[in-house]
């Protein structure tokens, strides 16, 4: 069964830390897509990044890093030196290849505070 | 470009009462479309979702129904709505298939019933 977990409920940080937000993942499929997305105080889900299980190159955008280890499932999303703007709501999700029509497997979400 | 909305933005209704949230889709042809529910403290549960008119999925049982009546316009809705309707409901469209693409959401309609 797919399943995604975010262990992180809430993370506060003060601004210029780096944090990293965890994200592992279950799936019997070998062919599969991880995503991030951003939730702001708005409500509105931002896209941030996918990546599909073949590509285990870390991303690097800006401030914004990805982390993916098929070895440990981790699909692991670090932003370097926040900003207060940062503050949202983090969710990873998952999507197999087969069968879904592109439906997407959510985590519950990590909301992130970053405090000036 | 593309675009999405759906509307209202913030709804309150008694218990008992219909529902009806409207999404249209700009910018695209044929997207697959979905409507996601998030409850507060947890994350986003797919209920519905659509790969061409007239043609609804169902992920999850419940009083709520969805219809697609048009390429790009994607309609919830519910005949009498319960108090654990309450929620952020979020419209999403893709154009890939099988799973390779993007959602790409709305700006969500926050219903409350009371």
């Known amino acids: 069964a797919q399943k995604v977990t975010q262990a992180q409920t809430e993370i506060s940080v003060v601004e210029k830390e780096d944090v990293t937000l965890d994200c592992v993942y279950e799936t019997r ?22 990546r599909n299980s073949f590509d285990e190159q870390n991303e690097i955008s800006g401030r914004y890093s990805w982390n993916f280890q098929k070895s440990t499932s ?16 983090y969710f990873c999700a998952l999507s197999e290849a087969r069968g879904s029509q592109g439906n997407l497997i959510f985590g519950k979400g990590t909301k992130l505070s970053v405090k000036p | 470009s593309q675009t999405i909305h759906q509307w209202p933005a913030t709804l309150v209704q008694p218990v ?26 947890r994350g986003l549960q797919l209920l519905f979702y659509s790969v061409g ?24 809705s519910s005949k009498k709505l319960l108090l654990s309707d309450s929620g952020f409901y979020l419209c ?15 700006e969500g309609s926050r219903l409350t019933v009371l």
């Open chain 1, 29 to 50: 499929d070998t062919t599969y897509y991880l995503f991030w997305y951003k939730q702001p105080p708005s409500g509105e889900l931002v896209f941030l990044i996918r």
């Open chain 1, 74 to 89: 981790s699909f692991n999303f670090t932003i370097t030196a926040s900003q207060v703007v940062d503050s949202a709501v």
């Open chain 2, 16 to 41: 008992g009462s219909p529902l009806s949230l409207e999404c249209t889709v700009e910018g695209t042809s044929n997207p697959n479309l979905y409507w996601y529910r998030q409850a507060a403290g």
């Open chain 2, 53 to 76: 008119i007239g043609q609804i999925s169902s992920e999850v049982p419940q009083n709520l129904s969805a219809s697609r009546p048009q390429d790009r316009q994607f309609i919830l």
């Open chain 2, 92 to 106: 999403a469209w893709s154009v890939l298939r099988a799973g390779a693409g993007e959602l790409f959401f709305g």
